[in-house]
């Protein structure tokens, strides 16, 4: 099946530093991305739509100065998390659909995110 | 989104079936009843869709009510990797929609 993957799977930094998260489609082209955040013992909450060439669209309540997305590719989409603080501290994960198929999101690994 | 419903835990023994519910009585013409799963700390995990009819999968099956209002996954033979949180999703079948995620149901498997 499809295959979408996330790096880094897990990653610890400092309050006030900026973390980078990437998530590429390996073996299909996805013009649209999807960024969900896991906070424990919690449901996925869906972050934004990351949309290839153009800007992502953000879900209310969502800062989109603090989390940037950048799609710039069929097979790339970036997650910053700007000026991290402990309370971003989750379980970020992406997904994306095959266009010609319908129905199926494919999901990465996730990537943990811990910011002391 | 239309909303679901389902139980917050279930529990069932290995090698038996599990039948897995989930209510959708808001539930609009359009929209797909989607399944996936989540391992702890793993992304999830599709497991099946489907609009009106039964569906059937190496995975599972979807049974589908006729007033479309509710929906049963069945897991044919559940074995101790079938424990994770199944969630039972609405929307479209394509296009450009994320998918809104509820709390789903537990499902812990006895050995």
Redesign the interface.
């Known amino acids: 099946g499809a295959v979408?993957s996330?790096h880094p799977s897990w990653v610890i930094c400092k309050s006030g530093t900026s973390v980078k998260i990437e998530c590429r489609s390996l073996d299909f082209q996805a013009?649209?991305m999807?960024w969900?955040r896991q906070f424990p013992k919690q449901?996925?909450?869906?972050m934004a739509?990351s949309?290839e060439g153009s800007k992502a669209t953000y879900e209310q309540g969502v800062e989109k100065d603090k989390f940037l997305i950048n799609h710039a590719s069929l097979t790339l989409s970036t997650l910053t998390v700007t000026s991290a603080h402990p309370e971003d501290s989750s379980?970020y994960?992406c997904?994306a659909?095959i266009p010609t198929?319908?129905?199926?999101?494919?999901?990465?690994?996730?990537s943990?995110l811990t910011v002391l | 989104d239309a909303k679901t419903t389902q139980p917050n835990s279930m529990e069932s023994n290995e090698e038996e079936p599990v039948h897995l519910p989930c209510n959708h009585s808001t539930i609009s013409g359009t929209d797909y009843i989607h399944w996936y799963r989540q391992l702890p700390s793993q992304g999830p995990e599709y497991v099946i869709h489907g609009l009106t009819s039964n569906v059937n999968n190496r995975m599972a099956s979807l049974a589908i009510a006729e007033d479309r209002k509710s929906s049963t996954l069945i897991l044919h033979r559940a074995t101790l990797r079938d424990a994770a949180v199944y969630y039972c999703i609405l929307g479209s079948g394509g296009g450009a929609d994320g998918l809104t995620f509820g709390k789903g149901t537990h499902l812990i498997i006895q050995p």
């Open positions: 979408v996330q013009t649209t999807f969900y449901s996925l909450m869906l739509t949309n379980f994960i997904s659909r198929f319908s129905g199926e999101l494919f999901f990465g690994e996730g943990r």
